[in-house]
């Protein structure tokens, strides 16, 4: 860079030093610029929405299907798949007991319609008994009882 260019720089580089002080009404910009900077990263990240842990109950078509669905998620393992077509709760008390082992379905009752319908099944951990609920766009799992075998 030729000798007379540098005093042109330096003039620039203090023309936008006082232009940025000017602008701002904080008494020491560079650390004023930083704190803002930093405080608007810390409260984008703690205004974040938190995720949820359950899937939405998406119904089955039958109550039959909905108890298949909840038992065979069970068999497999898929708490999440079992949460799909069941309350936390039922899913939970399942998980809770360990593996299901030999399953044995035992059948369901027939009640009138837009009751309740109870499947039972045998398994190692003991007799699940299984309540499906009705709704406007299918069954679901609302309730079980696990009982010791």
Do not use: K
């Not at 998406?58 to 068999?75: E, H, Q």
């Not at 999440?80 to 035992?106: C, L, N």
């Amino acid at each position: 860079m030729p000798r007379r260019a540098l005093p042109t720089v330096a003039l620039a580089l203090g023309l936008t030093v006082v232009v940025v002080s000017g602008c701002s009404s904080e008494t020491s910009p560079s650390v004023a610029a930083a704190s803002a900077a930093t405080t608007a990263s810390a409260t984008t990240t703690t205004t974040t929405a938190p995720t949820t842990t359950s899937d939405p109950i998406v119904p089955a078509a039958s109550p039959t299907d909905a108890a298949t669905a909840f038992v065979n998620a069970w068999r497999n393992g898929d708490q999440g798949a079992a949460s799909m077509i069941a309350a936390p709760t039922a899913v939970q008390t399942v998980f809770g007991a360990g593996a299901p082992g030999h399953v044995e379905d035992r059948g369901c009752n027939s009640p009138p319609p837009g009751s309740p319908v109870l499947c039972v099944y045998r398994t190692d951990p003991g007799e699940l008994q299984v309540r499906l609920q009705p709704r406007a766009d299918g069954w679901f799992v609302d309730q079980v009882v696990l009982s010791p075998g």
